[in-house]
T-cell receptor, first 113, second 116 residues
Framework: GDSVTQMEGPVTLSEEAFLTINCTYTATGYPSLFWYVQYPGEGLQLLLKATKADDKGSNKGFEATYRKETTSFHLEKGSVQVSDSAVYFC????????????FGTGTQLKVEL | NAGVTQTPKFRVLKTGQSMTLLCAQDMNHEYMYWYRQDPGMGLRLIHYSVGEGTTAKGEVPDGYNVSRLKKQNFLLGLESAAPSQTSVYFCASYTGLAGVKIGELFFGEGSRLTVL
């Protein structure tokens, strides 16, 4: 079945550092790929998405490119801020009945001054 | 806008007790979902619904029942709670319109359940 593998956290960075969170996936067909973010005490929010190979999703300075050849969707940001501290989830799906998503285990990011 | 609202936010149960979590959405969404979030396991789908009066099993449905009697509400029931059901439960909704914003789920703030 479908699955998503994310790098384990927590990831601790200094403010203005470069961020990469790795995500690889296994799926049949051509799923859409997503990054969701969960701030402390809140539910998940969609951060960005890509619906086909070579698409780049971007939002709030974050980017991720749908790489079919490497089955990856790595999240990047050039300069992180303390306010980016959260848990980031990679997910795939949306292609079959029910629009069900399969989530990775999440990566906690801590940004320090 | 309220979006997706879950009640209660916190609950402590004893093994064998029953309870119901309520999810309400005010966006006229067709699809609704219940996920559980556990450390190191991410989010796992319990049950979902693609419209009023319909329900379907997700990845981890055992020990839970659901009902979608009204479009805006999706109830998650635990008939006989077990410690393994200690978790944070999230409800989510999706518009369901064909081809519209695939995968863009709206989540509630979560309900933390502890079973002793």
């Amino acid at each position: 079945g479908d699955s998503v593998t994310q790098m384990e956290g927590p990831v601790t960075l200094s403010e203005e550092a470069f961020l990469t969170i790795n995500c690889t996936y296994t799926a049949t067909g051509y799923p859409s790929l997503f990054w969701y973010v969960q701030y402390p005490g809140e539910g998940l929010q969609l951060l960005l998405k890509a619906t086909k190979a070579d698409d780049k999703g971007s939002n709030k300075g974050f980017e991720a490119t749908y790489r079919k050849e490497t089955t990856s969707f790595h999240l990047e940001k050039g300069s992180v801020q303390v306010s980016d501290s959260a848990v980031y989830f990679c997910a795939l799906g949306g292609q079959r009945g029910g629009n069900k998503l399969t989530f990775g285990t999440g990566t906690q990011l801590k940004v320090e001054l | 806008n309220a979006g997706v609202t879950q009640t209660p936010k916190f609950r402590v149960l004893k093994t064998g007790q029953s309870m119901t979590l309520l999810c309400a959405q005010d966006m006229n969404h067709e699809y609704m979902y219940w996920y559980r979030q556990d450390p190191g396991m991410g989010l796992r789908l319990i049950h979902y619904s693609v419209g009023e009066g319909t329900t379907a099993k997700g990845e981890v449905p055992d020990g839970y029942n659901v009902s979608r009697l009204k479009k805006q509400n999706f109830l998650l029931g635990l008939e006989s709670a077990a410690p393994s059901q200690t978790s944070v439960y999230f409800c989510a909704s999706y518009t369901g319109l064909a081809g519209v914003k695939i995968g863009e789920l709206f989540f509630g703030e979560g309900s933390r359940l502890t079973v002793l």
